[in-house]
């Protein structure tokens, strides 16, 4: 293998790598700072308590249907518990986030409680609260999603595996915003905006020093003082083989490189 497609292949693992680096640095986990709001890795507040409802006996939402199943529905207040026949019998359901109730609202079953409340990353930007319960295994898994022309849309999922409850919550209150206290960290640099300026910076230096190295030290005039000219110049064919490579190493398979070996 010759030193020029070694380091095209260098190069192009690097780039992937940085692209790794990039995607777990933009999914950083929402911190939790309460049972309805979290903070991101950029300083941005998640905070759902302006669809809370206060009331103790009536939740912000009430009977959000199941998809596949018309017995079952879901009750949920996103930061303040509620609670249905607080009396102690097996079907009450008693300072609780997330409440299951079936037959026509005849049952009522505990599925998340706020003092068992996590949050999770999603798909994209999506972010997922997640609540437990002290008696029993049950989970119940709500996906935010940030639509900033919605009030508060919610639907139902299928219980799956069993004793796992999902909803959805499309709202412009799961949207990260702000706040005046953390401004200093939502205005700076990100992780990832750090990694790409750091390698255009030394790509910068590369191009720049080597100029001035040949222009004034080997006193190349013209198109020579291109620092690896005929790298530059070969680097299309040096890509795409450098690109079979790195797919061929990452499908355990190899096209092109036995080729070029």
Sequence with gaps: MSLKMALVKVLLSLLLLQGIILKRVQSATCSKLGPCSCKNSNGGILDLSLLDSHDVSAPRFQGVVVSDNTNLEYDWNPCSSFSYQPDGSYNACKDVAVCQTTYNRQYHYDIGQHNKVSFENGDGDDVVIVYETDT??????????????????????????????????????????????????????????????????????????????????????????????????????????????????????????????
């Excluded at 590369?206 to 070969?234: C, D, H, M, Q, R």
């Design 136 to 261: 029993d295994p049950s989970i119940t898994r709500i996906i935010l999603k940030c639509d900033h022309e919605k009030e508060a849309d919610i639907s139902g999922q299928a219980e799956s595996p069993p004793f796992n409850y999902h909803m959805t919550l499309v709202s412009k209150h799961a949207c990260f915003t702000s706040s005046s206290n953390s401004a200093a960290q939502s205005n700076g640099l990100s992780g990832g905006s750090t990694i790409l300026i750091i390698f255009f910076s030394l790509v910068i230096v590369y191009v720049i020093g080597g100029v001035l190295f040949l222009k004034f030290y080997k006193k190349a005039e013209g198109t020579e003082i291109i620092p690896n000219k005929s790298l530059w110049k070969e680097l299309p064919s040096l890509t795409k083989e450098g690109c079979l490579f790195v797919y061929g190493s990452i499908c355990s398979r190899s096209p092109g490189y036995t080729e070029h070996k």
